[in-house]
């Protein structure tokens, strides 16, 4: 009897774990940092419990309650935790059908770590010397290096500042983050040599964005 009353209080124990647990990680929020959708038609959306599907805005806070869909296999969304910047999950679409995460689940899996310049103006970030971290991302951008190697953007990579940036379409974002912690946003559709950036050239020939 002792052993099944010990038995029956670990057990009480551990459900009492996971519930908190649980409730934990639906309490947070996620923000949206990075976010593409190739169509109209693959919207990134989401919803908490039977209410209706929202598309998702880039900056937009996610309850953890909720659940993301994502139903167009090149679309994809990165997020960050409320409580916990350095951390990004992404969901991507699928190859067919739609994909539907629930952000208390993806929050207990294992996230990409990103980390940002601490710097100042007076005394920038020496590890992040001739470098820009992306912030984030409206839109699919895509970074060539050096070597001439191309890769698609994403929340929180470190960029060479002799790469070069192509921002596909008409109004996608994207903001640069340098050793001084400046912030540069620049929209496209646009190429232009990561340089210019740190260098605080113009990008534009007619205008330059704040």
Known sequence: MKHQR?????????????TAAISFAQGKTVTCVGLYSETD????????GSGDWVVVKLGDKIPG????????DRDWIEVSPSDNPNAVYEISGPDSGEVIKKVSDLLKSKPKLVSFPKGTASKPDPKFKNKLVVGP???RQVYMNPDGD???IKYGDVLDGKGK??????N???ELMNASRKVTRVIGPLNFDLEKVLTNQKLY??????
């Open 205 to 210: 020939k007619y205008l330059n964005a704040p």
């Open 41 to 48: 038609a693959g919207q990134v959306s989401y919803r908490v």
């Open 137 to 139: 991302y409206l839109g």
């Open 165 to 170: 940036v192509r921002i596909i379409a008409i």
């Open 6 to 18: 010990v038995r029956r209080a670990l057990v009480a124990a551990v459900f009492v774990m996971a």
């Open 65 to 72: 309650s909720a659940e993301i869909r994502v139903n167009v």
């Open 172 to 174: 996608n974002t994207i």
């Open 150 to 152: 191309e890769k698609d």
